[in-house]
Every structure is written in structure tokens, then in C-alpha cells.
């Protein structure tokens, strides 16, 4: 478990919590127990437990197939838990209605692995569809309403912040792998969130776009007050931004720890029984 | 009817892909039996048999053979209670061999997407399903003689003289229709015809002395009237205007449905699974009721015309682009969908700003697709009171004005192949 008190710094760089009632030095994310079982039967989570102290850079790494996936998309419930807790921000996240858990998910950014972007808008649109959990409410989920001014320059702003501002009327699908990624942490900027997701987001870049997408990571956890948890593949990335790391093997939690603390005992233990079968086959 | 375990299966489908497999096997040996019984001996063996007993020299077998039965292929039928039997011993037979888990059904339960990791078992699988095959081929083999039997198919009638020549006569006055080619192509036609003639007349009586020479043909061609067409044309564009109407009034319905129709965007309540259910059971009966019958239907209701039509048109073409569109949306990407509803979106914005996008271009060639079978279609509804081309094509039809029917054809030979092009054109545009 990670003790946040130890690490007192970590309160400046919180966010602007805007409820007085949670405690600033609880974590952001509790996780206790979570289990995933797929339709087809496959355990991909087997009783998964840690906490994300407020403001921190918590990396996941493990093994593909070892339920790094599955673990960042049952904490917004994109995929659904089949048991265990999920404590964010003070609130239980497993049982909130679908209505409670739209509110929920628009304080939870999210980057994946291929972007996901609308690939026949433009820039803009994609950014401002960060937005789109503030008309969840309005009839027809507010697609015949027009985007407010405030907000179009809101995502200007956003895409000025990633570097991309010259792009905004561009196609998204005519960006490169790098723009199209920053475009979406641009989106997940316009959620003003508290907590971002990152689903491998550099798994599909070259390594110097790899080191400035996680650069901006990095602005966005430091000088935005946001908490990151990330899955990794590369431990040299981990090292340099992270400050938190739990690895998971075969659907369970292997290490918590510091990033420093990876002996090469633990990466054995991590990769290597691992990595041995994968010659075999 | 146990499914070895070197068979990949997912595990916990393993018990019920077994029950599923061991009914299939059933089914199947009741369906080898009943077309068995039915086909092959009630159809064919019998009816052979009888032939010998009722020959002129009787055969002292087959006689005895036809009087145990009591059969007579007039009067005789195939009983239920004889077909009950029937499927009730192939069930038997069909739960024998299903006992095994070596059979047709078990193979066809245990297919799935998993792979064979180790060669050894795949050696295994081909063996163990070597019984599968054959009984496969079997199903296959006694499918096309049932078909055989079912269709009547008779090779020989297609070299009937009498036959072929009906059909050459009317080809020629159908070809005296065509406009501006007719009448050339009436005396091209009309020589060919009369070679072939000559020569198997020719031919006839060099083999067979008393044969019958046939005559020649000696048709006369009255191109269809300048005048007439002023009335077909005008007919025929009822029928394009028609088929766009019933088209453009159809997309919007078809769009809105189509999200309620797929299956990756209904899973989330019971509510959405519920509609799922009820669009597919709505396209399903809709689609199965031919526009013909639409058509009629709909003539009864607001009477006669091309509105009957149009409305026939609309409704299965509603049903046709529902299932179009929402496979479509079934074929997107997740991902888009997958970020949107992260951001908290509702699932109507998740579906216009994530799905939408994604599906537009297939759906506009879905639809260009579907005004071009309309228009086809328009032609046919007319047939029973839908408006269009196709009254005056049954008219002329009905009063055997061949020539009058071949212009009209001709016609929508020109409209059909005009809008083929046209929607190859756009659909090469929009790729």
C-alpha cells in the first residue's frame, strides 16, 4: 500500500478539489479487490488491490494479456467489474446508476492506445467531443445543439496547450501518429479532469514522438494538478515519469512500489517466467 | 456425446455446445430418413417398380411386390403417421450415432474461433471428425437428388422441336419491339431462324424419311406505333418517380432504426436488448411479405395507383435498409465509441459524433443501391395495380401484343442499365 502521508508534496500538487469534504490527503482511486471475468470465461482480474494517492504518476505495467487493459477500463466502467470496489474521489464507483456514472466519467479523462479519434471530423469537433459529457443531459444528448463560443475557445486553448493549435480545422485522420494523440489528451483536457486514464498511449509511436507524448503527460500531472495512472510497456519511461508502479501478472498485482525499487529480481519475477514461455511457442 | 477434449472449446460452453451438438445429430438423421422414405423411395423407387408391374409384360415380381403394398402412384399418399415413424427411427438412429461425439452435429456445435496450439491434436481432430465428413457429404449428396426430384428437372424437354420453336417465334416478336433496332434485327433474327430450319429439316429426312418438315416462319413485323410511346414513356417515369419517393421517405425511417437494430449499440439495457429484438422481428416480417404483396395490400386499402405502390416500395425498403444500415454499424470501429462514452456522453451522442461518421459512406451507397432496385421493382409493382410501367406491361402481356410488350422491356432495359451506371459512377466518387 502506498502511504500518501509520506509524500507531503503531493498535496500541492492535488487539484482544485471543489469539495470540501474529501480529504486532501486520501487517495484520488481506491481499488480493492477487483475481479473481471469475460463472457467467454477468461479471469482477467483476479482480486486486484491498490490505492492512487492525489496528484501522483501511477505507471501499470505487466505483460500483454496480463490485465493492464482490463483494469484501467473497469475503474470508469467502459468495461464492467464483476466484483471488488472502486473508490474514486470518495465515491463508489461499481454502483452508481448510469446516469450517476455519466456525472462520474466527465471528472475521468482517457487516452488509448490508437487514439480513438473521430477519424472524418476535424480537429476541433474531436476536441470539443471531451465536452460532450456536459450535454449528456439535454435532450437527444445535445446533438442539435450548437457548441457555445466559451467552449470553441476553450479548445483552441487545448490544442494550443498539446502544440497543435495550427491544426484545429485539419481531418483527423490526416494527422501523424503523435498529433492524432495529443489531439486526444487536447479532448480529454476539455473534461477538466481530475483523473486520466492512459491506455498505452505511446504503444503505437516511434520513441522520440513517444518521449514528447509523455512529456505532455507530464505538464498536464505536474502544473494541472491531474493524476495519471498509465499503462507502460517500456521501463525506461517509467522511470523517468512515473512515481508510483504496480505490475500485474496473469491477473494479479505482482509489485507496488517506486519506480527505483525494480531490481532486476523483480523484473524476473514480472517479465521473465513469462518471456521464457513466449520463446517457447 | 461427449466432445473429446483435445476439441477446443471455451469451457464453460462445453456442456451445452455438447447437448447442442447431440440435437443437431438427431435432426439431421430424422431429415437423412424422412427424404430417405419420402424421396427416395416413395418418389422414385416406388413409381420405377410400379412401372415394371404395369408394363405391358407384367413382371411377376414387381406385380406381387405393388399388391403387398397396396400402392398406387395415383391415389396412394405418404401418410403423417408413416413420416412420424419415419423421423422417430432416424431420431433414433440419430441419437446412436450422436452418443459417439463423432458425428455431423457434434462437429458443426464444436466450431469455433479458438486455435490448435499443438499439431498432435490437430492430427487427432481430422481423425476423430472423419465420420463428420462423410456424413456430410451425405446430407449434401441426398439434398441436391431431393432438390433434383423437387424441381422436376427434365433435361429432355429443353430439345422438344415444338417447344423450341413457340419460343423462337416469340423471341422474334418480342425483338420487332425494340425501338429503332427492331425491325432490322426482326429480319436478321428471322433468317438465322429459318437456316436452322432448313437445315434439320434437311437433316430429318436424309436419317428418317417420314419425318415431319417443319415450316418456316413467315412472321410479319409491325413496328410499335410512334404514338405509343408517348404513353409508355410517361408510364415509365411514374415508375422512377415513384421508386425515388418511396426511397427518400424510406431513409430517414430506416436511419433512426437502424441504431436500434444493432446489435453493438443495444447491449447496455433491457430496454435497448428489447428494441433490438423488436426492429429485427419488424425488418424480418416485412422483408419476408414480397412487395408484390405489399403492393396488393396496399391497393386495397387507398385503391389502385402509383401511391399504393410507392408505399409498397417504401415499406420494404425501410425493412431492406435497416438491415443494411445496422450491419453496417455492427462493422464499426469500437474505438471512437469506447473514447465518447469515457467522456460521459449519452449514448444518442455517442451514436450521432462516433458511429454516424463512420457508417455515412456505406449508407449512401446502401442507398443508391436500394433507389436502383426500387426502380426495378417499380416496374413489377405495377403488375398488380401499383401504378407505373408494369399495368400497361400486363396489359399488353394479357392480350398477347408481343411486339408492344418487347418495346416496353426495351424501355426499362434503358432506365435500369441508366441507373446501374449512374450509381456506379457515384459509388466510385464517394469511395
Not at chain 2, 476439441?7 to 445429430?25: D, K, N
Not at chain 2, 408391374?53 to 395415383?74: G, H, K, N, Q, T
Not at chain 2, 417465334?169 to 427492331?182: E, F, N, S
Not at chain 2, 438465322?192 to 413485323?221: D, K, Q, W, Y
Amino acid at each position: 500500500m502506498f502511504n500518501p502521508r509520506s509524500h507531503a508534496s503531493w498535496k500541492f500538487l492535488a487539484s482544485d478539489s471543489n469539495s470540501g469534504l474529501v480529504d486532501e490527503a486520501s487517495p484520488i482511486l481506491s481499488i480493492n479487490g477487483v475481479e473481471k471475468v469475460y463472457p467467454n470465461g477468461t479471469r482477467a482480474l483476479k482480486g486486484v488491490s491498490f490505492d492512487v494517492p492525489r496528484g501522483s504518476f501511477v505507471a501499470v505495467i505487466g505483460l500483454s494479456g496480463s490485465g493492464k487493459s482490463t483494469m484501467l477500463r473497469c475503474i470508469n466502467r467502459i468495461h464492467e467489474p464483476t466484483a471488488g470496489s472502486i473508490l474514486f474521489d470518495g465515491q463508489e464507483m461499481t454502483t452508481l446508476s448510469s446516469k450517476e456514472l455519466r456525472h462520474a466519467r466527465q471528472r475521468i479523462g482517457m487516452v488509448f492506445q490508437h487514439f480513438n479519434l473521430i477519424k472524418r471530423r476535424d480537429v476541433l469537433t474531436n476536441v470539443l467531443s471531451g465536452k460532450l459529457g456536459q450535454m449528456a443531459e439535454l435532450p437527444f444528448g445535445g446533438i442539435f445543439k450548437r457548441w457555445p463560443k466559451e467552449w470553441i475557445e476553450e479548445a483552441h486553448a487545448a490544442l494550443k496547450l498539446v502544440g497543435i493549435s495550427d491544426k484545429a480545422l485539419v481531418r483527423a485522420d490526416g494527422l501523424s501518429g503523435g498529433q492524432q494523440q495529443r489531439v486526444a489528451i487536447a479532448r480529454t483536457l476539455m473534461q477538466k479532469p481530475k483523473l486520466l486514464l492512459a491506455d498505452e498511449p505511446v504503444a503505437s509511436l516511434d520513441p522520440s514522438t513517444s518521449n514528447s507524448v509523455m512529456q505532455y503527460l507530464k505538464i498536464l500531472n505536474e502544473k494541472h494538478g491531474v493524476t495519471v495512472v498509465c499503462n507502460l510497456h517500456f521501463l525506461s519511461l517509467v522511470r523517468e515519469y512515473a512515481t508510483h508502479v504496480v505490475a500485474l501478472r496473469g491477473g494479479e498485482k505482482v509489485f507496488e512500489g517506486k519506480p527505483l525499487d525494480i531490481t532486476p529480481q523483480w523484473f524476473k519475477d514480472i517479465y521473465g517466467e513469462q518471456a521464457k514461455e513466449v520463446e517457447i511457442h | 456425446m461427449r466432445i473429446p477434449s483435445f476439441v477446443p472449446l471455451v469451457e464453460s460452453e462445453r456442456r451445452s455446445r455438447e447437448i447442442t451438438g447431440f440435437v443437431i445429430e438427431i435432426l439431421v438423421w430424422a431429415y437423412l430418413a424422412l427424404v430417405a422414405a419420402r424421396i427416395i423411395w416413395w418418389d422414385v423407387a416406388l413409381p420405377f417398380i410400379e412401372g415394371y408391374a404395369i408394363d405391358d409384360v407384367p413382371r411377376a415380381w414387381a406385380v406381387s411386390f405393388i399388391e403387398s403394398l397396396a400402392y398406387d402412384s395415383r391415389y396412394s399418399e405418404f401418410s403423417w403417421r408413416a413420416c412420424g415413424i419415419v423421423f422417430v427411427l432416424g431420431a433414433l438412429i440419430g441419437a446412436g450415432v450422436g452418443a459417439t461425439g463423432r458425428g455431423f452435429g457434434p462437429w458443426v456445435a464444436s466450431i469455433s474461433k479458438l486455435q490448435v496450439n499443438n499439431p498432435e491434436d490437430s492430427i487427432r481432430i481430422r481423425e476423430h471428425w472423419s465420420l463428420a465428413r462423410k456424413e456430410g457429404i451425405l446430407l449434401l449428396l441426398l439434398t441436391i437428388l431431393t432438390g433434383w426430384v423437387l424441381t422436376k428437372v427434365q433435361i429432355t424437354k429443353m430439345t422438344e422441336l415444338v417447344g423450341l420453336q413457340s419460343f423462337a417465334r416469340l423471341v422474334l416478336q418480342l425483338a420487332c419491339g425494340l425501338p429503332l433496332i427492331g425491325q432490322p434485327l426482326f429480319v436478321v433474327l428471322e433468317s438465322i431462324f429459318n437456316g436452322i430450319i432448313a437445315l434439320s429439316n434437311t437433316f430429318g429426312s436424309v436419317f428418317n424419311s417420314s419425318a415431319e418438315s417443319l415450316p418456316r416462319f413467315a412472321l410479319e413485323c409491325v413496328p410499335t406505333d410512334a404514338s405509343y410511346y408517348g404513353n409508355a414513356v410517361s408510364k415509365l417515369l411514374e415508375s422512377v418517380y415513384l421508386a425515388f419517393m418511396a426511397t427518400f421517405f424510406a431513409v430517414p425511417v430506416a436511419f433512426v432504426l437502424a441504431f436500434f437494430g444493432a446489435r453493438n449499440l443495444t447491449r447496455h439495457s433491457f430496454i435497448t436488448r428489447l428494441s433490438y429484438t423488436v426492429v429485427r422481428l419488424y425488418i424480418n416480417i416485412t422483408r419476408s411479405v414480397e412487395p408484390i404483396i405489399w403492393a396488393i395490400l396496399f391497393s386495397v386499402w387507398i385503391g389502385i395507383g402509383p401511391f399504393a405502390g410507392a408505399l409498397a416500395l417504401m415499406v420494404h425498403s425501410v425493412s431492406s435498409l435497416v438491415k443494411q444500415y445496422s450491419e453496417a454499424i455492427e462493422g464499426v470501429d469500437d474505438g471512437p465509441i469506447e473514447a465518447l462514452e469515457a467522456t460521459g456522453a449519452s449514448h444518442v451522442a455517442v451514436a450521432w459524433f462516433a458511429v454516424v461518421p463512420q457508417v455515412i459512406l456505406p449508407y449512401l451507397a446502401f442507398t443508391i443501391y436500394r433507389w436502383d432496385i426500387n426502380v426495378r421493382m417499380a416496374t413489377i409493382i405495377g403488375l398488380v395495380g401499383g401504378g407505373g410501367i408494369g399495368g400497361l406491361l400486363i396489359q399488353e402481356q394479357g392480350l398477347a401484343h408481343w411486339t408492344q410488350v418487347g418495346t416496353l422491356a426495351a424501355l426499362i432495359f434503358i432506365v435500369v442499365w441508366t441507373m446501374d451506371f449512374l450509381s456506379a459512377k457515384v459509388r466510385e466518387a464517394i469511395q
